[in-house]
């Protein structure tokens, strides 16, 4: 073998047959090609035939090798190794102008019979005219069977366009999902590209060995007809015909055809698939992934950036591993296409480190242009781009919901007074533990000092930008699953109609886009309280609730006049103070003791079942030294009502709410924990805790409630036991089990934490043991579902 720098053979076999001659291509870097030498007729000629032969190839090898491409002895080539670039230009070429042609004489001839038929017409109408177009008898001619087809076929052919432009227009699922693949089939051609990419510009290729050849054949045939689906929706074909998706389609779709026709493989201007990159943001917007104008924005200005990259990188890879064609390919140069990526991006930013450039003389042609256009889109796209990306709202994320922690959501009127009023008041100590976090949104940032505001409670206190009237905004704090919804309203407006109607008009955003959410929301006058009435899902009986400040004011002043001081007490009781103490015994230590006290509702125990009311308020003062003022009774159909005071008929249920007067919460916890048994010597309220019957009663109940568990069927279905004098069951089998055992890890770590934690431990115990559990009593077992 040799390497063909001169000429030079080497003959195989005997003293001087037939040979075969292999050069190296001095375009194609490292790669072989054999070419079949005739065999001569006789030895003598042969030899004066191998001479004259070498001599000139000597002097025609450039030429020679600018013609030849690399093959192998697997995958023959037509044209014994020509570069055939040209039928794969051609097969494009011929596809955009003959179409176009097609088109403008489909147009031209449109036109002269139109103009024809309309000279035409008017001498028929005037006919139709003198003529008459009814009959004798005064009625109307029949239609003619040829303008009732022509009817048909205009029908039948406006049926399919409209068919079509549905398909493409994303308007349907079907065309949604189209659309959507299209790109991501285009997408997939271009990584292909990049692949090949690696190959030689012009190579011979097995289309049934050559996997990506495959792959790309069937997604230009999917191309192929999605562009009829394109061309039959066009209004305007012409305008159609020189659209930038044509033009891509029209310079990657014929040449693939012609590949596996010839056998060989063109790189040729594959690379325009990336082109399809611009219409990214309409696929994300299809897919309702983008949603806000500024996302939308900074998509296209990518999407645009760097699809004309890629497409300008490809060229440049095409012409600077080809060569000029008036140069016969002879100055070419190996660059890879990320070097051109790489070439494109300094050059676009004006570096230009001149470790790669351009070597021919198309490259450079195309490089001076590039730069006027490079120059201009990177100067004023990459800025934008960064001014979008930097200008991100500070308080734009999202709500992330914490495991079996709630939270309630604040809008409205979000000012530093309204929002320390109420969070002083919502987390004040006397509370005890508030698990539950406060989410403000409000569609401006809030100032330095709300901002403080915020920090010092960031561990309760998360704030959003953002507008309740936006049901994308409503999403980011997480709307369905918070508690309630509570919308302030300034007490200091100048129009108090204008911001009840803002208010309304929140409370009907919030119930559109999440009906069973809780609303409470201030009013300032009485009258737009009914508009609320309005709201098909405004429910008083699922909580929702507008408390009017008005009529407050003029409920606390008429009941006033009945009772003096009623509205100062009232005022108090609702408003969370500390008490201050003060060692001197005057009025002052006595109205401030009075003033830190609150209205706080705690569960009853069960050792005031029976009783009645006045027994266990006479109870709760001497023992508890609480001071119990009304409880909330369920009737017979589960219906409840809050009663003040209700006499000595009313018998304590289980599971009764009581509502107190104390100073914090932890004083009201004396009510739930009370034990007959446990708790009657004592005589310190402060030393009433939970005691351990309760815990064994507990223990008992939950175990009962498995073993009935157990005789249960084990399927999904919920079962309703009840039996006299014992506990009514609504639950599975199977959750059963479950909370018998978290029940055993609370008794274990209630004897083994330190004290700190018993009170958790203890409202943890109260909450597992009180599912799902209610007193019942039946004359006899019954079994239902």
């Known amino acids: 073998m040799a390497n063909g720098g001169g000429g030079g053979g080497s003959s195989g076999g005997g003293g001087g047959g037939g040979g075969s001659t292999l050069r190296m291509s001095s375009n194609i870097h490292a790669n072989l090609l054999s070419l079949d030498a005739s065999s001569s007729s006789s030895s003598s000629s042969s030899s004066s035939s191998s001479s004259s032969s070498s001599s000139s190839s000597s002097v025609h090898e450039p030429k020679m090798d600018a013609l030849i491409i690399p093959v192998t002895m697997?995958?023959?080539?037509?044209?014994?190794?020509?570069?055939?670039?040209?039928?794969?230009?051609?097969?494009?070429?011929?596809?955009?102008?003959?179409?176009?042609?097609?088109?403008?004489?489909?147009?031209?001839?449109?036109?002269?019979?139109?103009?024809?038929?309309?000279?035409?017409?008017?001498?028929?109408?005037?006919?139709?005219?003198?003529?008459?177009?009814?009959?004798?008898?005064?009625?109307?001619?029949?239609?003619?069977?040829?303008?009732?087809?022509?009817?048909?076929?205009?029908?039948?052919?406006?049926?399919?366009?409209?068919?079509?432009?549905?398909?493409?227009?994303?308007?349907?699922?079907t065309g949604r999902v189209l659309v959507v693949l299209v790109f991501a089939l285009s997408i997939g051609a271009l990584v292909i590209y990049f692949i090949d990419s690696s190959n030689p510009i012009e190579s011979c290729q097995n289309f049934y060995k050559d996997f990506t050849l495959q792959i790309d054949m069937a997604f230009n045939v999917f191309f192929l007809l999605y562009f009829g689906l394109r061309f039959i929706a066009a209004n305007d074909k012409l305008w159609f015909w020189l659209e930038v998706n044509s033009v891509v389609d029209f310079f990657t779709v014929p040449p693939v055809f012609v590949s596996v026709y010839l056998n060989r493989s063109w790189l040729g201007l594959r690379f325009l698939r990336a082109l399809r990159l611009i219409q990214f943001s309409e696929i994300l917007q299809f897919l309702n992934i983008?949603?806000?104008?500024?996302?939308?924005?900074?998509?296209?200005?990518?999407?645009?950036?760097?699809?004309?990259?890629?497409?300008?990188?490809?060229?440049?890879?095409?012409?600077?591993?080809?060569?000029?064609?008036?140069?016969?390919?002879?100055?070419?140069?190996?660059?890879?296409?990320?070097?051109?990526?790489?070439?494109?991006?300094?050059?676009?930013?004006?570096?230009?480190?001149?470790?790669?450039?351009?070597?021919?003389?198309?490259?450079?042609?195309?490089?001076?242009?590039?730069?006027?256009?490079?120059?201009?889109?990177f100067a004023s796209y990459v800025p934008e781009i960064i001014e979008l990306i930097g200008n991100r709202k500070k308080y734009g994320g999202s709500y992330s919901a914490v495991s079996g922690r709630k939270h309630i959501v604040v809008c409205g009127h979000i000012t530093l007074e309204s929002v320390?009023?109420?969070?002083?008041?919502?987390?004040?100590?006397?509370?005890?533990?508030?698990?539950?976090?406060?989410?403000?949104?409000?569609?401006?940032?809030?100032?330095?000092?709300?901002?403080?505001?915020?920090?010092?409670?960031?561990?309760?206190?998360?704030?959003?930008?953002?507008?309740?009237?936006?049901?994308?905004?409503?999403?980011?704090?997480?709307?369905?699953?918070a508690d309630a919804c509570l919308i302030l309203a300034n007490k200091y407006c100048a129009d108090p109609d204008a911001e009840d109607a803002s208010n309304i008009m929140r409370v009907i955003s919030i119930k559109n886009y999440h009906p069973k959410i809780r609303i409470i929301t201030q009013m300032l006058q009485y009258h737009n309280k009914a508009h609320l009435l309005n709201i098909p899902s405004w429910n008083w009986k699922e909580g929702d609730d507008a408390i009017c400040l008005a009529e407050l004011k003029l409920g606390f002043i008429a009941q006033s006049c009945l009772a003096q001081g009623l509205s100062t007490m009232l005022a108090n009781l609702f408003s969370m103070r500390s008490f201050i103490k003060i060692e001197e015994d005057t009025w002052q230590k006595y109205y401030l003791e009075g003033v830190s006290n609150e209205m706080y509702t705690e569960y009853l125990s069960s050792a005031f079942v029976g009783l009645s009311f006045p027994t266990v308020c006479e109870l709760c003062f001497v023992k508890l030294k609480l001071l119990m003022i009304a409880i909330e009774y369920k009737s017979a159909n589960r219906e409840s009502r809050i009663l003040i005071n209700p006499g000595n008929h009313l018998k304590i249920q289980e599971g009764t709410l009581g509502f107190f007067i104390a100073s914090d919460a932890k004083e009201v916890k004396r009510a739930f924990f009370y034990c007959k048994a446990c708790h009657d010597d004592i005589t310190d309220p402060k030393r009433i805790?939970?005691?351990?019957?309760?815990?064994?009663?507990?223990?008992?109940?939950?175990?009962?409630?498995?073993?009935?568990?157990?005789?249960?069927?084990?399927?999904?279905?919920?079962?309703?036991?009840?039996?006299?004098?014992?506990?009514?069951?609504?639950?599975?089998?199977?959750?059963?089990?479950?909370?018998?055992?978290?029940?055993?890890?609370?008794?274990?770590?209630?004897?083994?934490?330190?004290?700190?934690y018993q009170e958790q431990i203890c409202r943890a115990e109260h909450f597992l043991s009180s599912m799902e559990f209610s007193r019942v009593q039946t004359p006899s077992p019954q079994l239902s579902t």
Request: hydrophobic letters at 45%.
């Open 290 to 377: 983008l949603k806000t104008s500024n996302s939308i924005k900074l998509v296209n200005l990518l999407s645009i950036f760097i699809s004309t990259w890629l497409t300008a990188a490809g060229f440049i890879h095409l012409v600077e591993n080809s060569g000029d064609p008036w140069e016969n390919f002879q100055n070419n140069q190996a660059l890879t296409y990320w070097e051109c990526v790489y070439l494109l991006m300094v050059t676009m930013s004006t570096v230009g480190y001149g470790d790669v450039y351009a070597k021919t003389t198309l490259g450079r042609l195309f490089m001076v242009f590039f730069i006027l256009g490079g120059l201009a889109m």
């Open 74 to 173: 697997e995958v023959p080539c037509d044209s014994r190794g020509q570069r055939m670039w040209w039928a794969f230009l051609a097969s494009s070429m011929v596809t955009f102008f003959g179409g176009l042609f097609i088109i403008l004489l489909w147009r031209t001839l449109k036109y002269l019979w139109t103009v024809c038929c309309h000279c035409g017409g008017k001498t028929k109408e005037a006919q139709k005219i003198n003529n008459g177009s009814s009959q004798a008898d005064g009625t109307l001619k029949p239609v003619d069977e040829k303008e009732e087809a022509v009817a048909a076929e205009v029908g039948w052919m406006t049926s399919v366009k409209d068919w079509a432009g549905v398909m493409i227009s994303a308007q349907t699922l």
């Open 689 to 756: 805790k939970k005691c351990g019957c309760k815990r064994r009663k507990t223990f008992l109940q939950l175990f009962y409630k498995c073993q009935i568990g157990f005789t249960l069927p084990t399927n999904n279905t919920r079962r309703v036991v009840s039996m006299p004098g014992t506990w009514k069951l609504r639950t599975r089998c199977t959750e059963d089990i479950s909370l018998f055992v978290v029940l055993m890890v609370v008794y274990f770590a209630k004897s083994v934490l330190p004290g700190c």
């Open 420 to 481: 320390s009023n109420f969070l002083k008041d919502f987390l004040h100590k006397d509370r005890d533990d508030v698990n539950v976090e406060i989410v403000f949104l409000h569609n401006i940032s809030p100032n330095l000092e709300l901002e403080a505001l915020f920090k010092r409670h960031f561990t309760q206190v998360e704030f959003y930008q953002g507008s309740v009237l936006n049901p994308h905004d409503l999403a980011r704090v997480k709307i369905e699953s």
